[in-house]
């Protein structure tokens, strides 16, 4: 018997990655589901050979580890109370809106000795991680740019109806991914600028410890003609850019399952553990922040 583990969710993203990379993944199995309307929670349980569960406690008593697949606010709560009973936590991004809460989780799983991940994406798509660890082993990049424009309020769209993505935007929805990559590669951030554009559309200026500074462009609300994304890292000897994923999601959730499992020696430790995620919330509340200051306060008037 693998890994015992429970989703929390019931969503498109909970079914089509989280529990379809669980049901095959062959060191664990998928015991348990909990979503906030049990009836849903049932339907996808049935439909992973999984047990539903009407109370989250009662769930997180009964299994190892729990993958998280619900707005921000409700996993900061939720994986407070799983990691003080004893379970691993595979968080989504971001793992929470505040740093307070951040800390929370954190502290949990400091004080649980349980394992933790923040599944970002490209973190965990084969190709795109090994373009990252090869970045890594070169020096002196000194800018950054991601470009993330999408279209997500569209009928039919299966983020569409996230209430928390349409009152959050495009910031805290896949700031957190282009972070993921942007940290990685040029070293934590110290501050930040922010602008809006049309719509939900933001531009974000982080500046590095390493004295590097990179830019994130984003949104959820892009017209046609503007869709699409870059990723690009430039440096003294040459610029590259992160290819495009060759695999799927949940086969991303695969490989973050696996790294999951991985035994380590010691208190045990990742890059894109709770500790990380928690920075990249700080640095999503410190460009909210600036964003909330009235215009006159952000800008410098031409002319």
């Excluded at 660890?133 to 039919?156: H, K, L």
């Excluded at 942007?182 to 410890?209: E, N, S």
Aim: hydrophobic residues 45%; contains cysteine.
């Amino acid at each position: 018997m693998g890994m015992r583990f429970a989703v929390v969710g019931t969503g498109f993203w909970a079914r089509e990655t989280h529990a379809t990379a669980l049901a095959a993944h062959p060191d664990v199995d998928l015991v348990g589901v909990w979503g906030r309307s049990f009836t849903r929670a049932a339907e996808l349980a049935q439909a992973f050979g999984a047990r539903p569960y009407e109370r989250a406690d009662d769930m997180f008593a009964d299994v190892d580890a729990v993958a998280f697949a619900v707005p921000p606010n409700v996993q900061a709560d939720l994986a407070v109370r799983a990691a003080t009973r004893g379970c691993h936590l595979l968080l989504d991004k971001p793992m929470a809106f505040s740093t307070a809460a951040a800390d929370r989780i954190v502290e949990a799983v400091e004080g649980a000795g349980v394992r933790s991940l923040v599944f970002f994406t490209s973190r965990f798509t084969a190709n795109q991680a090994d373009w990252l660890t090869g970045v890594q082993q070169e020096p002196a990049w000194n800018s950054g740019y991601v470009r993330m424009y999408g279209s997500i309020f569209e009928p039919g769209n299966p983020y569409g109806t996230s209430a928390w993505r349409r009152a959050r935007g495009a910031l805290w929805d896949i700031g957190p991914h282009a972070l993921s990559v942007l940290v990685a590669a040029l070293g934590p951030v110290t501050h930040v600028l922010a602008d809006r554009g049309q719509g939900d559309t933001v531009t974000i200026v982080l500046h590095h410890r390493s004295g590097a500074a990179s830019t994130m462009s984003l949104s959820l609300t892009a017209p046609p003609g503007s869709l699409g994304s870059t990723w690009q890292l430039f440096g003294e000897h040459r610029q590259t850019s992160m290819p495009e994923a060759t695999t799927t999601p949940a086969a991303a959730m695969g490989a973050c399952i696996s790294t999951l499992l991985t035994e380590q020696p010691g208190r045990w430790r990742h890059p894109c553990d709770a500790s990380f995620g928690r920075d990249v919330v700080a640095i999503l509340q410190a460009a909210d922040a600036f964003l909330q200051r009235p215009l006159a306060d952000r800008v410098q008037p031409v002319g």
